[in-house]
């Protein structure tokens, strides 16, 4: 089995139960994504004066920086009804009628994952952005006629880790495209500190800042490493996390002071030990280090290489001066 990584930042069935409780539910509560959260304010302001259903929005960024949160927070903001579904869960275009056909004016539908849709689901989707009907096709053949039913005024909200791979007609169906980013620091630091209030954990400044610098600018992150440090600290001292417990949570975790796991410092030294630090094929590093091309690309390397640990050249991966200096090595070369 997988062994799973505290610094993955896709939900895992932990997550779940104190995701949910911990999730922002106004607008005003949520930390961070300022530029974001001002235009969702206009766009939700703007739509109740019209009386009318926000427009199709499309929520695209990293996995665990709050996507699912955001159209939670709208829906409740709008007073809407919220549908959640996802891109995988939708396996025949029948699902997709069937959901649209449940709902009622004003709802929203909350897609994740939304790339993952299959094509001829996608083009279900175009009319009931559009002209919000659903064009059903009867039989086949020369004798196939569509049937065009009127659906309820509905919003979408469709969110994706991967923009690049969702279709252009799809994207350019969405009237309003937000980006969210890795969260600051400071912003982590008054998750964690807002959390540890609904979790009934009391923490200090300086175990706040220690947690914050560890979870990847990421807020699912950070309360994983919350979660689990509070849990340290329950059973090693009273459950009062302070800068030294935090400490001996993380030494025990092996999540060090940038958030960098085994698996990280794993890819890491194997280039520098076995490679001189490169330049090295990423096809190379996948199979030296037992992980999947796939994995390596997308999973382990976007976080080194933004904190300037890894480049990228013509030739290959290369790991920076700022690598050695964190892992203590020297270049031989
Ligand atoms: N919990 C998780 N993400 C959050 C955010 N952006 N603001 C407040 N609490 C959160």
């Known amino acids: 089995m997988e062994e799973e ?12 139960p104190t995701e949910n409780a911990l999730r ?11 530029k974001i959260k001002e235009n969702i304010n206009i766009t939700v302001q703007a739509a109740q004066k019209r009386g009318e259903p926000i427009e199709h929005m499309l929520l695209y960024g990293a996995p665990g920086l ?11 903001e709008m007073g809407a009804n919220i549908r959640v579904t996802s891109g995988p869960a939708i396996e025949k275009s029948g699902d997709l009628a069937a959901i649209l056909t449940n709902l009622s004016d004003g709802d929203i539908l ?19 952005m559009e002209d919000n009907v659903l064009d059903i096709i009867i039989g086949k053949g020369p004798s196939a006629r569509t049937l065009r039913i009127d659906l309820p005024k509905i919003s979408i909200i469709g969110a994706t880790t991967k923009v690049s791979l969702l279709s252009a007609p799809l994207r350019d169906r969405f009237g309003v495209i937000h980006h969210l980013n890795f969260y600051e620091h400071a912003d982590i630091e008054k998750i964690i500190k807002r959390n540890s209030g609904i979790l009934n954990t009391s923490l200090d400044e300086s175990s706040a800042i220690e947690i914050a610098r560890r979870s990847r600018r990421t807020p699912r992150i950070a309360n994983r490493l919350l979660k689990r440090v509070r849990d340290y600290c329950e059973v090693k001292s009273d459950g009062t996390i302070n800068k030294e417990n935090c400490f001996s ?20 030294e194997t280039i520098i030990d076995k490679f001189d630090g490169g330049p090295v094929g990423l096809n190379t590093i996948a199979a030296t280090t037992g992980e999947d091309v796939s994995t390596v690309e997308d999973v382990y390397e976007p976080y080194l290489m933004q904190l300037g640990f890894i480049d990228r050249s013509p030739r290959g991966r290369i790991v920076t001066d700022i690598a050695y200096r964190h892992l203590g090595k020297k270049r031989l070369k």
């Open 249 to 268: 949570a993380f030494e025990m975790l092996e999540v060090d002071e940038h958030g960098l796991d085994w698996i990280d410092r794993k890819i890491l």
């Open 5 to 16: 990584r505290l610094v993955d930042p896709t939900e895992s069935n932990d997550d779940k």
């Open 66 to 76: 709050g996507k699912t949160t955001l159209a939670h927070i709208i829906a409740n």
């Open 110 to 128: 909350f897609i994740d994952e939304i790339h993952r849709l299959h094509k001829t689901i996608e083009e279900i989707l175009y009319p009931a």
């Open 24 to 34: 922002p539910k106004k607008i005003e509560d949520y930390i961070g994504q300022d």
